[in-house]
Structures are given as structure tokens and as C-alpha cells.
Nanobody, 123 residues
């Protein structure tokens, strides 16, 4: 069975950095678009970032542009989200997702998703 497991969340002060990792197992996801969504208490699920299967194109929410960087390592079957200059508004549960097409991912039509990792940014 395919599993996505997120790690790297925690508590950090505003202005600090965290690196989230998404480890996939069960099958190779080199042909899938990968991405990150987040959800804060009382809020809807929000798109954060995505990377295409070839790794050529990346996409970011306006709120994180210039601060977050998504990358992937096909050899390790992993994706990462480097988060810099963190703000209290970044506090949320972060979820790794995979979809055969980027468009499907943005429409929340995922093939696989993880259980999330919590990020808390203090002021």
C-alpha cells in the first residue's frame, strides 16, 4: 500500500525556519505531482505549494511566495518544504499530497495523502 508520511513539524518563533519532509513508500511517485496543503483550526484547507512530476515547475500560494520552497528527490521518493521567515499565520497542520496531474491536485482530487504534521509559529 502507498503511504505518505510527513515529518519535521514543531514549534518555532516568528522569523524562524522549518523543513518538512514527505516520505513515500509502496510505489514510486516520480510520475506524480506532489504538493502541500495546510489547515488551521476553524479554517478551510489551503493550498501551499506544488511541484510537477518532472520537477521543472513549482507553484506557490501568494501568502508563501518568497518564503517557502518545495522540492523533490525522485531517487529517495521524497518531497520537502523549506519554510523560512515563518509567521504566526503559518500555524496549521500541514499535509503532503500526490496526484497524477497537477490540475487534479489543485482541485483536491488526490491519489494519496498523508496524516499531517503540526506547525506552530509563536509571535
Amino acid at each position: 500500500q502507498v503511504q505518505l508520511v510527513e515529518s519535521g513539524g514543531g514549534l518555532v518563533q516568528a522569523g524562524g525556519s522549518l523543513r518538512l519532509s514527505c516520505a513515500a513508500s509502496g510505489r514510486t511517485l516520480s510520475s506524480y505531482a506532489l504538493g502541500w496543503f495546510r489547515q488551521a483550526p476553524g479554517n478551510v484547507r489551503e493550498f501551499v505549494a506544488a511541484i510537477t512530476s518532472g520537477g521543472v515547475s513549482t507553484y506557490y500560494a501568494d501568502s508563501v511566495k518568497g518564503r517557502f520552497t518545495i522540492s523533490r528527490d525522485s531517487a529517495k521518493n521524497m518531497a520537502t518544504l523549506q519554510m523560512n521567515s515563518l509567521k504566526p499565520d503559518d500555524t496549521a497542520d500541514y499535509y503532503c499530497v500526490a496526484a497524477r496531474m497537477y490540475r487534479s491536485l489543485r482541485h483536491e482530487e488526490y491519489d494519496y495523502w498523508g496524516q499531517g504534521t503540526q506547525v506552530t509559529v509563536s509571535s
